[in-house]
């Protein structure tokens, strides 16, 4: 079992930056795939960016690509992103995820959530 939890989630305005970080439970680095998702009010969950780490491989959703990173601190068991140029539309609940395995952008895939954690972005 493993245990996730958000935070570092606010209100911003537009142009701005934050940093969210997601703390698991126990060392899941290895072999997990750590994801970032997000839903917008009346949306379906959106992937936003993945991390393997034994592949040394990241992954973006197309409408946050050059502007967030995801990385992690591997002797903390935390996986951060790092939001810059903050736009309204990236508005969200966001959702730390984990699955064994390669990163894949299907929710249905992912056996441990976040409870998430509120990112407004003001025009």
């Known amino acids: 079992q493993v245990q996730l939890v958000e935070s570092g989630g606010g209100l911003v305005q537009a142009g701005g930056s934050l940093r969210l970080s997601c703390a698991a439970s126990r060392r899941t680095f290895s072999s997990y795939a750590m994801t970032w998702f997000r839903q917008a009010p009346g949306k379906e969950r959106e992937f936003v960016a993945g991390?393997?780490?034994?592949?040394?491989?990241?992954y973006y959703g197309d409408s946050v690509k050059g502007r967030f990173t995801i990385s992690g601190d591997n002797a903390k068991n935390t996986v951060y992103l790092q939001m810059n140029s903050m736009k309204p539309e990236d508005t969200a609940v966001y959702y730390c995820?984990?699955?064994?395995?390669?990163?894949?952008?299907?929710?249905?895939?992912?056996?441990?959530w976040g409870q998430g954690t509120q990112v407004t972005v003001s025009s």
């Open positions: 995820a984990a699955r064994y395995g390669p990163v894949v952008v299907f929710t249905a895939s992912y056996d441990y």
């Open positions: 991390i393997l780490w034994s592949a040394s491989s990241t």
